[in-house]
């Protein structure tokens, strides 16, 4: 920055005025240019200062939610200790608590869709990101993969007792197994279809960052399409494919509603993926509003803080492997 | 006597409605060095991307005329073989980054699924590397990911990997545009000893290197190939005006 003044005076001396003759106009004229740069900065750090703080207000709320959640399931983590976690039996009439039920039935369903998923997922993003970036058809279906994100979720809960439960029930009597319909397996086909979009966004845009250049380097040595896909795209990208997976885990480990829907809600550990059960999130939704005693209602919350502490190390891990990713 | 390896004639390709080559005709004599030049914009990267057909890869890209490699039309070969008769170096150092230096050179038996076995693999690494003065750097170290090499290295790595397909014309698009003098200098020296087995066509705005390196230069204009001759002739005798003022420095 250029502090010097010629032949004039200076006004402040940390701002880039120049005056080059000292005639009254010239002087007025530096002196308003000056007023103006003040303003500037002022209006600058205002502004500056104005983001910072709807940031913090963020950071706050987390903190905050994290906090609650905690203070008020002190009086089940007292009551009821570590053992919590892996006792089975969930029966609050007889103020028994154990959350291996629900926390069984998150793994199941959640890894289950993310299983079911994964095929279509990394399909749709290889299709749109090295196939067919371009044109009305990847477009489209581009927009309809994100479309499903923003379906609510109690709609997929409404299909999903309307027409897949009934292909469940008889797909499940065809295999002999208890034809129930509602349970692990249809929240997991839920699941699935709602956690897709995330992948393969994802996916799709590392997809769109593998370097021409690589691309090019094995199309010139004669390889196909599919041969580029596998042998560079693919390694290339997979530390990305692997988070976006991740970050769809994250949000099926958390869905509610479609799989409180669908689920069948009961607090046995489910013999198999075809029998009934309940995640966290669905007991908390179910359960929240019958819990009459204070140790009934602290153990749902910890639930939820079960929950929140293990979709908040998912997610965190997903975050790390982008960041690690695009950093390369 | 010299024998066409390359021949294109009327030979045009265009982006979308952007004519970028028109009508060339050209003959590629085997076993020597091709020089291509010109301003920036003139076609002459294009041209070398029809040669082995990568121009296509670009969506909205086509070309028409007649391109024949050892009177073959290229254009009504499989792509494919059409890459493993023609190998191609590019701008940029281009080594698979996740891949060894060994797997590097490789690679284009890997990509096309053919197996060899352990001790051929070794000869023709070896015999690649060696063909690129490369394997005295790197034969203790082959095992290392191809990324660690310096850009001269990198490059001759990405030679020996098209060099070890053993095709019969190489493409060089700018070759050493991103290399600092000393490794152009080394690059430069490999073209003379690989034209003994291959064909060397060599995209370069570098008149110099042309003059250095080529027995042949072709100079694009405009999308035209505007004069085609004997480096030497090219150079202390150009027939054609626009070839005078660009040798000249005139225009660029």
């Not at chain 1, 709807?54 to 994290?66: A, T």
């Not at chain 2, 008149?207 to 002739?233: H, I, N, P, W």
Request: a positive charge; glycine letters at 6%.
């Amino acid at each position: 920055m250029d502090t010097s003044v010629e032949n004039g005076m200076v006004t402040r001396s940390d701002l880039p005025l120049r005056v080059i003759n000292s005639t009254p106009e010239a002087i007025s004229k530096a002196k308003k240019r000056a007023k103006r740069s003040f303003r500037q900065i002022r209006t600058e750090n205002v502004f500056k200062k104005t983001l910072m703080l709807m940031g913090l207000i963020m950071v706050i709320l987390v903190l905050g939610i994290l906090l609650t959640l905690i203070v008020q399931s002190l009086p089940s983590v007292k009551a009821l200790g570590p053992k919590y976690l892996w006792s089975k039996v969930w029966d609050p009439v007889q103020d028994i608590y154990g959350a291996w039920p629900f926390l069984l039935g998150t793994l199941l369903s959640s890894f289950l869709a993310l299983f079911i998923s994964i095929p279509f997922s990394i399909a749709i993003a290889i299709f749109l990101g090295e196939y067919h970036p371009k044109g009305w058809l990847p477009n489209f279906l581009k927009n309809t993969v994100e479309l499903i994100a923003a379906v609510p979720s109690v709609i997929y809960g409404f299909w999903g007792l309307a027409v897949l439960v009934p292909i469940v029930r008889s797909f499940e009597s065809a295999i002999g197994v208890d034809p129930i319909g509602v349970g692990i397996f249809s929240s997991s086909l839920i699941l699935a279809v709602m956690i897709i979009p995330y992948a393969a966004s994802l996916g799709r845009s590392m997809i769109n960052m593998v370097p021409s250049h690589l691309k090019e380097a094995a199309y010139g040595l004669g390889a196909t399409r599919w041969e580029v896909i596998r042998s560079v795209v693919l390694p290339y990208t997979k530390s990305g494919l692997f988070a976006g997976i991740l970050l769809s885990l994250g949000r099926a480990l958390g869905e509610t509603m479609a799989v409180t829907m669908v689920i069948g809600n009961t607090s046995l550990i489910p013999k198999n993926i075809f029998a009934p059960g309940n995640t966290m999130a669905s007991v908390i939704a179910n359960e929240f509003t019958e819990a009459d005693k204070p140790v009934y209602l602290s153990a749902l919350i910890e639930l939820g803080l079960v929950l929140f502490l293990v979709t908040v190390v998912i997610n965190l891990i997903g975050k790390k492997i982008i960041d690690r990713f695009t950093n390369e | 006597m010299e024998s066409t390896i390359i021949k294109s004639r009327n030979f045009n390709a265009s982006f979308g409605s952007n004519h970028v080559v028109r009508n060339v005709n050209i003959d590629i004599p085997r076993n020597h060095v091709i020089a291509v030049m010109g301003p920036s914009g003139c076609g002459k990267t294009t041209y070398l991307r029809c040669i082995n057909r990568m121009h296509e890869l670009i969506p909205g890209a086509t070309c028409s005329g007649e391109m024949k490699l050892n009177d073959e039309n290229i254009y009504e070969m499989h792509p494919i073989f059409v890459r493993l008769k023609i190998g191609m170096v590019f701008q940029r150092p281009n080594p698979f980054p996740n891949l060894s230096i060994y797997d590097n050179v490789i690679a284009g038996y890997k990509l096309n699924g053919i197996k060899l076995p352990k001790a051929e693999r070794d000869r023709i690494v070896e015999h690649s590397l060696t063909r690129v003065a490369l394997w005295n750097e790197v034969k203790d170290s082959l095992n290392k990911k191809g990324s660690f090499l310096s850009g001269g290295q990198q490059q001759r790595l990405c030679i020996a990997r098209a060099v070890a397909m053993e095709p019969e014309v190489l493409l060089f698009d700018e070759p050493t545009s991103a290399l600092d003098p000393i490794s152009t200098s080394t690059v430069e020296e490999l073209f003379h000893e690989l034209k003994v087995n291959y064909t060397l066509i060599i995209v370069t705005h570098n008149m110099q290197q042309a003059a250095r390196v080529s027995d042949k230069t072709a100079f694009f204009f405009m999308g035209e190939l505007v004069e085609y001759d004997e480096t030497k002739t090219m150079f202390t005798n150009p027939k054609d005006n626009r070839t005078q003022n660009y040798i000249t420095g005139r225009f660029s």
